[in-house]
């Protein structure tokens, strides 16, 4: 555990400039697209008190990092020290980032977009290296839940900046927990692992690019539906 008023999972527990070989992603935005090859009905998902705190604090934790506040709000108090490093690093917050299929760039809402990747914030600690952090509030996610989420930020990082190491971490800010991140290995990802990496994803998101008939898929997720049955919604599962 490295020096930190942030605890870490059992399992884990220079600044950046213009001239830094790292290139940022234009994170530039299009339209929607408007046709499709399916209908498929959605509906607006409604807000909660959970989900309207956390982005509060998120917004919070992106004032702070871009000097809007001076203080630490309380929100973010369990990880002081780390959130001075990463204003002093000048860490960017509040980025999407978008990939094709081949695993390169394009926009957010382009018609060949691939993945999306909402980053709440990253930093450059020194020369082709990389820091993706996601700030969460509310329970701690078991550890298949926030290995997946590491994994996705680690081929997106290596994916999209000219690095040699990426890591990712979760701050869970209403515990004080870091998961992954420099020091950990569920948190570190190399550039020579990249190929790999991008194999077990597209492996992940064949059968959803295949797919043509939408047939459900009940899983764990469902518990976190408004429209569930299970909390009363209009879906039978």
Not at 11 to 37: F, W
Request: a negative charge; proline letters at 5%.
């Amino acid at each position: 555990t490295r020096a930190s008023t942030a605890s870490r999972t059992e399992r884990g527990s220079e600044s950046a400039s213009t001239s830094h070989p790292v290139q940022r992603p234009s994170g530039s935005r299009g339209r929607p697209d408007s046709t499709s090859d399916f209908s498929v009905s959605s509906a607006p998902e409604p807000g909660s008190p959970a989900m309207d705190r956390g982005s509060e604090i998120g917004k919070l934790a992106e004032e702070y990092l871009l000097g809007n506040i001076a203080t630490l709000p309380k929100e973010l108090s369990r990880f002081p020290k780390e959130f001075q490093e990463l204003r002093e690093l000048g860490a960017i917050p509040e980025q999407q980032w978008a990939v094709r299929r081949d695993w390169t760039e394009t926009e957010w809402f382009a018609e060949d977009v691939y993945i999306r990747f909402k980053v709440d914030a990253y930093a450059i600690p020194r020369r082709r290296v990389l820091r993706i952090i996601d700030f969460k509030t509310g329970k701690l996610k078991d550890m298949a839940e926030n290995q997946l989420q590491l994994d996705l930020y680690g081929v997106g990082a290596l994916s999209l900046f000219d690095i040699d190491l990426g890591f990712a971490e979760l701050w869970y800010l209403d515990q004080g927990v870091l998961v992954g991140g420099e020091g950990d290995e569920i948190g570190t990802y190399r550039m020579e692992d990249l190929s790999k990496l991008q194999k077990t994803w597209d492996d992940r998101l064949a059968p959803m690019f295949s797919d043509r008939t939408f047939v459900p898929t009940p899983n764990y997720l469902c518990r976190y539906c408004t429209f569930s049955r299970s909390k009363g919604g209009e879906c039978k599962f």
